[in-house]
């Protein structure tokens, strides 16, 4: 009975977000647990160098030309983007139904917590905390906090939802966006710079609790980058908007 209780759920559930929609979900989730896995892959890396402290976290987990080359590689990668800010301001824009991006937001959730433990699988020794949090400090100002990373973000999610096209047009090769967003992500917040990916701060946190190295939830900044995003995809849809006749997922 029990079997088919859940099995009449699941019937459920994909019959009200629609079929593409849960294909969606799976392959985003896929990317997102994939791409979590490489980018804790590439921070253990400099945790074994000792300089983990001294590389800004938007470096190793929200580059747009390592992004882009990951995408690359995958063959269910299309429609997908490993970045929670981005698609929020890609649904904000219109490009995404408002049930498609409630799937898409909690694929990233669930894709980066497993690709915490994918890697911690992989990696059954290394450093001690290898899935630590950023270390942030406890904020001074949680208002300061939560203004500057939805500033940053909405740099951030503008630029990468909008500049891509731009240069296409141009015939301006993709790897200038990387260069136009370097300084952002070396800008500073109050304790380090920004991650400029809600999913990994979220990741990181659920997957520490328990241990040594267990931190608070950065509240403030999760809700500072899906604000700054989702104000990013607002100001797109006046000022850069999609061709209407462009259907929604």
């Known amino acids: 009975m ?14 009200a977000m629609g079929s593409s929609t849960m294909q969606l979900f799976g392959r985003e989730t896929a990317v997102v647990a994939l791409w979590t896995a490489c980018a804790l892959a590439l921070r253990l890396v400099l945790v074994v160098l000792g300089v983990v402290n001294w ?10 030309i390592f992004v882009e080359r990951f995408l690359r590689r995958l063959p269910f990668a299309d429609g997908t ?7 929020v301001a890609e649904g904000a824009l219109g490009r995404l139904r408002p049930k498609t991006l409630a799937a898409v937001m909690a694929a990233h959730l669930i894709g980066a917590v497993m690709g915490c433990a994918l890697l911690r699988l992989l990696v059954p020794v290394a450093p001690e905390g290898l899935l630590a949090p950023v270390a942030y400090p406890t904020p001074a100002s949680a208002p300061l906090t939560l203004l500057l990373e939805g500033v940053y973000t ?4 503008l630029l990468v939802v909008v500049l891509p096209e731009l240069l296409a047009v141009n015939g301006v090769r993709g790897e200038a966006l990387t260069l136009v967003l370097f300084p952002l992500m070396l800008l500073g917040t109050p304790g380090k710079a920004s991650t400029l990916s809600p999913s990994v701060l979220y990741a990181l946190w659920f997957c520490s609790r328990g241990t040594a190295w267990a931190a608070r939830l950065p ?14 995809g607002l100001v797109c ?6 061709d209407p006749r462009t259907r929604r997922r």
Do not use: H, M
């Open 2 to 15: 029990a079997v088919l209780e859940g099995s009449g759920l699941s019937s459920g559930i994909w019959s």
């Open 55 to 64: 590389v800004p976290p938007a470096l190793v987990f929200s580059t747009p």
């Open 81 to 87: 983007f490993p970045n929670l800010a981005v698609r």
């Open 154 to 157: 909405f740099a951030y999610s």
């Open 219 to 232: 509240a403030e900044r999760i809700a500072g980058q899906l604000l700054g995003a989702a104000a990013a």
């Open 237 to 242: 849809a006046r000022a850069f908007p999609d």
